[in-house]
């Protein structure tokens, strides 16, 4: 890889010789300052970049839902076709929700005579192919699962360690358009170095298919693995409760500089409709998740979608947040006893603001202009998300009285 580097480099350098002497001698100088190791280590992320990953996907946050925080190993083919019907009857495909992914357990626990994997008879028996198809004719689109590793999570079928491009190749010809791609029984080996080798495989197939890195923030994923994926988690797994929720998006706020278009820190699907949070909790997780710039993959039932699960997942305000073409992920501001500011800058000079009480009980909550970015003396228009109304010409601060553990979410616009 350093090698093939250097000769592109030296190939470039004489190409900028020939453009401007002093382009190249900018470029050598600046080579100089870095040490070699970091030198190989940035040509090698380039290249890869260059290389692996243009496969122009996730451009904003993936949008869609996985069978993994509600039906863990008990999915089929039914249930499959079922998610996609009520993705388009819901109305959530029309609002951008288009991945219909299958986690874990699809698969039989041995190979073919080839070494291919094969769908599980009893729950799939179909195949993937077919339920890509079925898919794909509602104009959504299919994901699956694999791991980087000998054995999925479940050990319910192989993952595909020392398999990637025959596997890689088996994904693309049945249709599949992304996939999730775990960390268990993976013989201790880095995963900067297994993961690269699905990212190759995946882009050798010819086929755009979006690659969700599931390393569990491991190694540190987001420094290294926007040349090789399009998103990494950079937790571990969610659980559907408030403490799991709230470090979850505190853990993935760390990492909030390396988020951009075409690769997304990943704190984990999504919870809400499951029933272990209260309504004004789920409001916080979508809140978070939609600001953070997340990948919102919906992880209930949405065949049986209650109105407030529909409600809160079908916000296209706050949709609109997380789909904001300038692709910044929004962080923690202020933090002050559970009392907290998380903001971001989107298009067009707009400013998304959360307002959060984490705390135990009703407080007021208060953003300064100085607290999220914007200059003092700007009066903007303060559009509340979820009340769905509009405050004129605010000036220096907005504030809310907020029940314990609920949130506000607005966008401000300056006028
Ligand atoms: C996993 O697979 C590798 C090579 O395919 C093998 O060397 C290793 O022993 C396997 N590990 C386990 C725990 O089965
Ligand atoms: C969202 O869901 C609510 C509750 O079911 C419904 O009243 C509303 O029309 C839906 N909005 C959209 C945009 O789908
Ligand atoms: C007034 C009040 O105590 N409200 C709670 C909301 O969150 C803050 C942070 O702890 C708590 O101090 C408050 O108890």
Same mark, same amino acid.
């Given at each position: 890889?350093?090698l093939?580097?250097?000769s ?8 900028s010789?020939?453009i401007?002497f ?9 080579n100089?300052r ?5 030198r190989v ?7 890869l ?22 039906f863990?190993?008990?999915? +089929?083919?039914?249930?499959i ?7 388009v009857?819901t109305?959530?495909?029309a ?8 986690? +874990? ?22 195949g ?5 198809? &079925?898919?794909?004719g ?5 994901g699956l ?12 079928m192989p ?5 990637? $491009? ?8 049945w249709?599949?358009? &992304? ?13 900067k170095e297994? &993961?690269?080798q699905?990212?190759?495989a =995946? =882009? ?7 690659f ?7 190694? $540190? ?6 040349s090789?994926?399009?998103s990494?988690r950079?937790t571990?797994?969610?659980k559907d409760n408030?403490?799991s929720?709230?470090s979850?998006?505190?853990?993935n706020?760390?990492?909030a500089?390396?988020a951009?278009?075409?690769?997304w820190?990943?704190?984990d699907?999504l919870?809400?409709g499951?029933?272990g949070?209260t309504?004004?909790?789920?409001r ?11 990948p ?14 529909q409600?809160l997942l ?8 997380n789909? +904001? ?11 002050n +006893?559970g ?8 298009? $067009? ?7 959060w ?15 999220i ?10 559009r509340?998300l ?5 405050q004129s010409?605010?000036?220096e ?6 029940d ?5 979410? &607005? ?5």
């Open positions: 890889m350093a093939q580097y250097s592109i480099g030296g190939r470039s350098c004489r190409l010789m020939v401007g002093a382009l190249c001698l900018l470029l050598l100088l600046s100089a870095t040490s070699s190791a970091t280590l940035m040509s090698k992320e380039h290249l970049r260059r290389n692996l990953l243009d496969n122009g996907l996730g451009n904003t946050p993936p949008m869609g839902w996985n069978s993994w925080n509600h863990g190993c008990n999915i +089929d083919e039914d249930l076709r079922e998610t996609a019907d009520a993705m009857s109305g959530l495909a609002l951008g929700y288009q991945y219909v992914n299958i986690d +874990d357990c699809w698969a039989e626990l041995d190979r073919d005579s080839q070494g291919n994997l094969v769908a599980k008879a009893s729950t799939f028996p179909s993937i192919q077919a339920l890509a198809d &079925y898919v794909h509602k104009g959504l689109k299919l699962y694999s791991d980087a590793g000998n054995l999925t999570c479940s050990k319910k993952g595909s360690l020392g398999h990637e $491009d025959q596997d890689a190749k088996t994904f693309a010809s249709g599949v358009d &992304y996939l999730k791609y775990d960390n268990c029984n993976n013989n201790d080996i880095s995963p297994r &993961y690269p699905m990212s190759e =995946l =882009l050798n197939t010819g086929r755009p298919i979006f969700s890195l599931c390393e569990w923030g491991q190694e $540190d994923p987001a420094i290294w693995a926007k090789v994926g399009n990494w950079t571990g797994d969610i408030w403490n929720m709230t979850r998006a505190d853990q706020d760390m990492w500089s390396y951009g278009p075409g690769g820190n990943d704190p699907m919870e809400v499951n029933g949070m309504t004004e909790e789920y916080a997780h979508f809140s978070i998740w939609a600001l953070a710039k997340a919102l993959l919906i992880g209930c039932d949405i065949r049986a979608l209650d109105a407030t699960t409600e079908n916000n296209t305000e706050v949709i609109a947040v789909q +904001d073409k300038l692709g910044v992920q929004g962080r923690k501001v202020k933090s +006893d009392l907290e500011v998380w903001a971001g800058p989107l298009s $067009d000079n707009k400013v998304a603001v959360i307002l009480n984490r705390s135990s009980s009703t407080a007021t909550i208060t953003a300064s202009w100085s607290d970015g914007l200059e003092s003396g700007t009066s903007v228009d303060a509340d979820w009340a769905h109304s509009t010409s605010v000036t601060e907005i504030s809310a009285q907020l314990s553990h609920a949130c506000k979410m &607005y966008v401000l616009t300056p006028n």
